[in-house]
C-alpha cells in the first residue's frame, strides 16, 4: 500500500464515522516517552515517515507530518512523492501539530484519534478546547490500525525475567507493601500504574518487549489486599509465574485492565492522568474519585537503595573497562578504514562481554567531527561518515546490565586538534568538574545547580539549549524523572528535590553545527554530607569510571581546584579499573590517567 | 495605662463584640513589608513589646505575643512582670500564630482582627478554616485603636513632593498611559493600587511618612480615562498640586477610596488581593469580577529606564565617596573610643553631604565583631558595643537620593585579623565576584544563580541562611520585587526572570554566631550582552563603587579569574571616584585600588 492509499483509505473511514480531523501521535498505550514497539508506530506507517519524533494529522484536503528539526532532511525525503506535507516544527508559521488539529474542525464538528494513545489529561484539554466551538471528541476507533490490517506487526512477545534480590536488594513483598503504605499516607483505595517501568520496579520483573529498556507491555493495579499484574500470559516463565505467585501477585491479560477499571465503584483511585490513556479513563466509573497524581513508584524508582548502588558501581566497573578497551581501540585504529557505524559496533561488542550485561541502555550516539554537533545523531548501515585519524569522535553510550544501567560519553581526540577544539573541551570539561564537585544543601534542585555546568559555556556566548543531567532507572529506562538538571522553570513538571540515593548524569557539551560536537557525560550519585546547624549537605559521588581525553585538556585554563579533581579522579579510575586490565591495555589506562601539570 | 490594663480593656470590648479571639498583626492599611508609620504600630503599643517584628493574639484567658529569634532577649525584658506570653516562633512546640488563632476559636465562635491590616487573601484563607466549625470572622472593628484612644499617634502628615522628569526619565501622563496598556491587555476596567511605593512610580511623586522610605500613605485608582489620587490634602504643596493637576490626576482624600469602590458596578478589577485590605475587599459590590494579580507597576518600577540607570549610577558615585571618607576614618579613628553608633553618626553625616540626598534608605547596621553576625543587629543609643582596632566591622548601609537609592555593605578590618577571618573574608568575596561576573541567557532567574554567591560558603558546610540579593527601587523601597536571588522555590511568590534594567544586590556572607559576621554587598544591574543564535545574553554591571577589605584578602585562594576581576573593579572604583576626592583621601583610595598580586 502506497502512502496515499493509506491516506485515502484513512479518509474513508473518517467519512464512515463522522470524523473531520484526525490525529495521529507517536505513543503507545501507556504514553511512554522514548522507545514503542513496531505495532505502535502508526504515525510511521501511515506517512512513510520513519523517524520517532513527530505526529500526523489528516483532514478531508490535507495531510501534514509534524516533525522537528533534528529529522527534516529525513522527512523530506521519506515523504517525497507522497500527498503528506512536512510541516516543520517550531519553524516560522509553522503552528504547533494540536492547535492546528483543533483549529481545522469545523463547527459541530468531530476530531478523531485511537483513544489508547493519548492521555486522559490530553484529551480532557483537547475536548475543552473544541467545546468553544460546541465540537467533540471521537475516541473509540484506532482507524489508522484497520487500515493497517494484517499488515501491522505484533505485539512484541519479550519473555518477563525475575531481578533477583541481590540485585535489587527489596523484595517484592516489600515494595509492594512500601507502595501500599504511600496510597495509605494518600487515602487511596487502588493505584493503577501505567508506565511500564512502575510494575517493573514493583514485581522486581523486567522483559524485553522495547529496544534498550528491559521492560514488557504491562499495567498493574494495586489495592489494599491485592495486586493485579496486566501482561501476556506468554510472556511468563515458569519462574516468573512462581515469583509472582510467591509475592502475591495475581497475573490477569494485557487487555483485562480495563475491564477491572470498569468494575470499581465508590473508590477513590491513584492515577497520573498524564500517563492513563483515554480508554482506560473512560473505563472508569462516575462513582469513584481520581487522585490525579504522578505514582509515588517515580519518586521510590529515583532513590536507589544501598543494594542499588552498590550493584551500579559494580555495572560501571564493567562499563569503564569496556569504554578503556574501547578508546585505546579507537585511537590506535582511526587511520584504518574505521566509519561510525564498525566503531560502535566494536564498542556494543565490547560491552557485551560484561558479566550480566543484556543490552545497550540507548541507541549509541557515534558522531564523527561535525555529525557530533547534532545532538540525536545517530549512524546507520545507510548514513555514516568516514573515520580519518584527526579530530573528535563524540561517543555517547551506556549498557543495562543486571547490577546496573549505565550512560557515559567521552570525545575522543583521533588525533590532532586545533586550538579552539581544545578550548572547548577544556571549557566542557570545566563545566563538568564544576557540577560535579558540588556541594549543597537538602531542599537543591537540579535548577539550582545547571549553572555550574553550564556557566563556561554561557561566558563564551554559547549554550548547549538542552538539560545538563537527567535521573537514570536501575535496569529500567535510562532517563527517568522526577529530578533532572536544566535551567529553565517548567511549572507543569518541577525538577524533584536532589535526594540521597538518587543518580543524575553530568553532560554539558558544546554544539557547533557544521563543525563540532563535544560533550563529556558521567553518571554522578547524590550522597549525604555533613550534617549541621544549617541541615544536610549533600555532594556527589562519580559513578563513571573512565578518563577524560588528556590530549584536549589546555592546563593553563584550569583552575588549582580544577587540576587538583581532575587529577584526584584519574588516579581513582585507574585504582578501581587496573585490576581488570592487564598488558598494553593497563598501561594505557595508567598513561591516560596520569597525574597533568600546568 | 499598663499592659494589663490594655489587655483587659481589650477582653471587654471582644466580650461586648461577641469575639472570642482577636488577632494583632504587625501591618498597616496597605499591607507594608517593612517600616510602618507608628500610628500602625497596634502591635507594640499593646504588648509593650517595641520590636518591629511579631503579632499578638488575646483569648478570654491567654495573651500572646510571637516574634522571631532576633527579638527573644528584647521582648523578654520588654514583656517581663505582664501577662503576655513570649511565643518564640520556630522553635519546638511553638505553633504558627495563625494556627493558633484559629484553633483557639471554640465551635461556632468569632475570630476578630482590624480588617484594615489584613490582607483579602489572608481573611480568605482564615474564613475558610473557620468554616470548618462553623466560626466566623469579625473585621469591622479597630478594638486594639478604640482601648488606645487619644493617645494613639496621629497618621504622619509628610509633605508631598514632586520628583522631576530629569531624575524619572519618564513623566506622569506617560506612566498612567503605560499603566492603562497593561489594563488593557488584562482586560481591567479599574486598577486599584494599594502598596505604596505604586502611586509615587504612576504619578512621579514621592512623600515622607515612613522611615526611610520617600512614600506617603496614599492609595489610586486608574480607569481608562480617569486617575484618582487618594492622599490626605494636608500633604500636598502648591508644587504638587500643580504637577498632579497637569498629568489629570484627580485628588481626593485618603479615606475616600472605600466609598469609591463600593460605587463600582460591573466592572473588571485589577487588584491584588494580598495588598488589599478586607476592609477595601468587603467595599466591593458582588456585580464585579476581581482580576487578583500583582499590580504592573510592580515590574514597571524594577525596569528601570536609561534616565533612571544613568541617575542611579550618580547616586553611586556620590555613596562611593561617602563609604571611602568613612572606610578611611574609621580605620584610623578605631583606636579613638568609637562605638558603633558613634561610627554610624558619622557616616550618616558623610552620607547627607550627597547632593540631592533624602535620607538614609534603611536603618544602618553597624556592628563589630560578634554583633555581626545578627544579620538584622541595630546598635541603639541604649545598647552598642565599643569599638577597639582589630578585628571586623560590618557595616550595611544606603541613602536615598532624589537621583536613587543605594545598599552597600562592607566588612572593614579595623586592625589585626586572624587566618579565619580572612580565610571567610575571602570566601563571601569568591562567592560576590563570581555572581557579578555572570552571564546568562534571557530566562534566568535569582534561582539559578543563586548557587554562584553561596556555592563558596556551601563547599565549606556553611550556609548564610538568607537570599542572596533582591531588587532596589529608584528613590522608593530599598527592598523590593519581584526579582531577587535566592535559591529556595516559593511557588507563590516565584522569582521573576531577570530583565535588562532591573537591580539587584549581591550580598554573600558568612555568619557565626557569638564570632564573627562578613557580609559584602554591591548593587547589580542587569545589562544586555551578546544576542545571538541561543538568545539574549545578559550579565551585571557593578553599580557600586567601593573598594573591597584589601587587607582581608588571602590572594592565594583566588583563582586568576578571581583576581584579574578584582583588580579590574578596583581600577574603575578608583578612576570613578577619584575625580570627586582629593588630598590623603584621594591617597587613600589610591591605596585601596591597588593592584593585588599573589
Redesign the interface.
Known amino acids: 500500500m502506497k502512502t496515499d492509499e493509506k491516506i485515502a483509505a484513512l479518509r474513508g473511514l473518517m467519512e464512515e464515522k463522522g470524523i473531520d480531523v484526525y490525529y495521529v501521535p507517536n505513543g503507545d498505550d501507556h504514553l511512554s516517552d522514548e522507545y514503542v514497539a513496531d505495532y505502535f508506530k502508526s504515525k510511521s506507517w501511515l506517512s512513510g515517515f520513519s523517524g520517532d519524533s513527530g505526529a500526523v494529522v489528516v483532514t478531508k484536503d490535507f495531510a501534514g507530518l509534524w516533525t522537528d528539526g533534528r529529522y527534516f532532511t529525513q522527512a523530506e525525503k521519506e515523504l517525497a512523492g507522497s500527498c503528506v506535507e512536512l510541516m516543520r516544527m517550531a519553524q516560522a508559521g509553522v503552528p504547533d501539530v494540536r492547535d492546528f488539529a483543533v483549529d481545522a474542525v469545523p463547527e459541530n464538528g468531530v476530531l478523531g484519534f485511537d483513544g489508547s494513545v493519548i492521555s486522559a489529561s490530553e484529551a480532557m484539554t483537547l475536548s475543552k478546547r473544541l467545546s468553544a466551538k460546541h465540537a467533540r471528541l471521537h475516541t473509540s476507533d484506532d482507524l489508522v490500525g484497520q487500515v493497517w490490517g494484517k499488515q501491522r506487526p505484533k505485539m512484541p512477545e519479550g519473555k518477563l525475567f525475575v531481578l533477583a534480590k541481590k540485585y535489587t536488594g527489596t523484595g517484592a513483598e516489600e515494595r509492594i507493601a512500601q507502595t501500599r503504605e504511600a496510597m495509605k499516607n494518600a487515602e487511596a483505595d487502588v493505584l493503577v500504574l501505567t508506565q511500564l517501568e512502575d510494575p517493573c520496579w514493583l514485581f522486581n520483573v523486567r522483559g524485553d518487549d522495547i529496544a534498550c529498556t528491559p521492560v514488557p507491555y504491562a499495567f498493574a493495579m494495586l489495592t489494599a489486599k491485592k495486586a493485579y499484574y496486566y501482561v501476556d500470559r506468554a510472556k511468563l516463565t515458569p519462574q516468573t509465574e512462581a515469583h509472582l505467585k510467591k509475592a502475591g501477585v495475581t497475573v490477569k491479560g494485557y487487555k483485562a485492565l480495563a475491564s477491572d477499571l470498569a468494575k470499581l465503584r465508590n473508590k477513590t483511585i491513584w492515577t497520573d492522568l498524564a500517563k492513563l490513556n483515554t480508554v482506560l479513563y473512560q473505563a472508569l466509573d462516575q462513582s469513584n474519585s481520581v487522585i490525579n497524581r504522578r505514582s509515588p513508584i517515580v519518586m521510590f524508582r529515583a532513590v536507589k537503595n544501598n543494594t542499588e548502588i552498590k550493584n551500579i558501581r559494580n555495572a560501571h566497573v564493567k562499563d569503564g573497562v569496556a569504554m578503556v578497551k574501547f578508546l585505546k581501540w579507537v585511537k590506535e585504529h582511526a587511520d584504518q578504514n574505521l566509519n561510525e557505524v564498525s566503531a560502535q559496533n566494536h564498542l556494543y561488542a565490547l560491552r557485551a562481554e560484561g558479566k550480566d550485561y543484556i543490552e545497550p541502555s540507548f541507541t549509541t550516539i557515534c558522531a564523527y567531527r561535525a555529525n557530533a554537533a547534532m545532538m540525536h545523531y545517530s549512524a546507520t548501515g545507510q548514513d555514516y561518515a568516514e573515520i580519518s585519524p584527526d579530530g573528535f569522535l563524540l561517543v555517547d553510550s551506556g549498557g543495562t546490565y543486571k547490577d546496573g544501567t549505565t550512560d557515559i560519553t567521552r570525545t575522543i581526540a583521533l588525533g590532532a586538534l586545533n586550538e579552539t577544539e581544545k578550548k572547548y573541551y577544556t571549557m566542557v570539561l570545566k563545566g563538568h568538574l564544576a557540577l560535579s564537585r558540588?556541594?549543597?544543601?537538602y531542599?537543591?534542585?537540579g535548577?539550582?545547580?545547571?549553572?555550574?555546568a553550564r556557566?563556561p559555556m554561557?561566558?563564551m556566548?554559547?549554550?548547549y539549549?538542552c538539560g545538563t543531567g537527567h535521573g537514570v532507572g536501575h535496569v529500567l529506562s535510562v532517563h527517568e524523572g522526577p529530578h533532572g538538571i536544566r535551567?529553565?522553570?517548567n511549572?507543569s513538571r518541577?525538577n524533584a528535590v536532589l535526594e540521597p540515593g538518587m543518580v543524575v548524569t553530568d553532560e554539558p557539551g558544546i554544539y557547533l553545527p557544521g563543525e563540532l560536537g563535544i560533550r563529556i557525560e558521567n553518571e554522578l550519585l547524590v550522597t549525604k554530607?555533613?550534617r549541621?546547624f544549617?541541615?544536610q549537605?549533600l555532594y556527589f559521588e562519580d559513578l563513571t569510571y573512565c578518563p577524560y581525553e588528556r590530549e584536549a585538556i589546555v592546563p593553563s585554563l584550569l583552575?588549582?581546584?580544577e587540576l587538583a579533581q581532575l587529577n584526584a579522579y584519574h588516579r581513582n579510575v585507574c585504582e578501581v579499573l587496573s585490576p581488570y586490565l592487564e598488558g598494553e591495555e593497563l598501561e594505557w589506562l595508567k598513561q591516560a590517567c596520569a597525574e597533568i601539570d600546568r
Open positions: 558540588a556541594k549543597f544543601l531542599g537543591t534542585t535548577n539550582n545547580l545547571d549553572i555550574l556557566g554561557w561566558s556566548d554559547i549554550d539549549q535551567w529553565g522553570m511549572p518541577p554530607g555533613t549541621n544549617y541541615g549537605f583552575s588549582d581546584e
